[in-house]
């Protein structure tokens, strides 16, 4: 099976700098590399901890990490990464290219199955991602599909995807991240989020695995789906419990105890240090595509479009003093230890285009803070100091340092006199309703990439319809953005990609901060950990 792409050049993750090491702590036999399956199973199930959440089973609505490590072991997709490589390939699909500038052609193997026995044909496929657009939930993907128009399906085995724009160099990608899990009609809603336990006793499953127990962020149990093709290997294991953990040490104390297997998202600095003079265990960590940064709602943050001050010139002015006094080596070093790095872009380093756009612009111009530069432009602008600012985090799903990065962010602020701030915490599954209902002026998130491709850092976040809902809208950007994703000479669009976070970093929608090093652990007992090089952590291969 082959995946064509004709001549059809595209911006590709430089492996050598991000590579298979991004989320996770690995056990010590390492992660084989391949396919998986080498080492004999023992008939016990695998157990994973975590301290990340699951917003939502469906993969209409959900747009994060925690759900994704559960939807990835379960769901199908028609086209996908194997662990070590960035190169998009075949998955359930037999075959997949395009079959015009602006038509995306796929065909399915016969006989295909769902693990509740129904027929998996291109009927579902196209109801998948036309629900998918349907329903555009606020904490879902849906807006990575601007680009798709409509979706014809000739017979049961052949998809067409056409395309609005011709020469789509990221459409491929897209279809391996959460808008393209593949659902069963038969048991999915068409216009709204399905339950996850009316899923679960659906068994409405394609990917290598069946979810036969779920209790709502506390645990899932995994067996293999039997009827799963596609591009992984079959389990190597009898099955797989994850279990959330409330709280990072005491998912630390599980893995010191033996209680866990594999522990992934997230431990703090202080325990990874503390586990790797552990011989029970082995701590790999390495550079990642993981970014973390502040959102302001253009509507309700201070001089926000809806305020009773609305004044974009003096909202404007806000952003960028926040700007100037962030001092993003001090939380680097003093709540990370390194761990995170400054990042001063909205591409991080290792992806082709990443520039440090922010750096010039702001501070001391050098990545410092800058007290006077910050309130001289405040003051230009004509706003009142301090800036009365609400800044929100979560507690649980950044990993348990979050509290401690934005108590320092507040001191910042606070500490040049500048701003007052009102700092607030809510746990992820509110959260994560509330940030998209502009209950929060300014807040917390982070990124995990979707698919190995700087667009993945831009097109989710600056377009007016994005998965932020933070109400930014530019022409300019909106232009670039959708310029750079059809073009295909790759020096032109690398030089897009450059003016994007240009362009982006003078309005400041979103404020970077770190981006980091991800890291995982596993018992000396467990083999064939593999944090794929597209940043996807799969249990099929795991072995104990």
Known sequence: MSLHHSARGRLGLAIGALGASAILLAGCAGGGGGNGGDGDASGEPIIVGTTDKVTTLDPAGSYDNGSLAVQTQVFPYLVNTDYNSTEVVPDLAESAEF??????????????????????????VKFSFERNIA???????????????SIETPDETTVVFKLKSP?????PFILTSFPGAIVDEEVFSADS??????IVDANAFGGPYSITSWDFNKTVEFTPNENYQGLLDAPANEGVILQYFAESSNLKLAVQEGDVDVAYRSLSATDVDDLSGNDNVQVIDGPGGEIRYIVFNFNTQPYGATTPEADPAKALAVRQAIADLIDRDEISEQVYKGTYTPLYSYVPEGFAGAIEALKPLYGDGNGGPDVEKAAARLEEAGVETPVALSLQYSPDHYGPSSGDEYAMVKSQLEESGLFTVDLKSTEWVQYSEDRTSDVYPAYQLGWFPDYSDADNYLTPFFLTENFLGNHFSDAQTEELILAQAVETDPDTRTQMIEDIQSRVAELLSTLPLLQGAQVAVASTDVDGVILDASFKLRFAPITK
Not at 167 to 171: A, E, R, Y
């Open 135 to 149: 329903i555009a939930d606020p904490n879902g993907a849906s807006s990575l599909l601007y680009n798709l128009d």
């Open 99 to 124: 079959t015009s500038d602006t038509e995306y052609t796929v065909t399915l193997p016969e006989g295909l199955k769902w693990a509740n026995g129904n027929d998996l044909t291109s009927s579902d």
């Open 167 to 171: 020469n789509d160099q990221v459409f």
């Open 193 to 198: 989020i399905t339950p996850d336990q009316d």
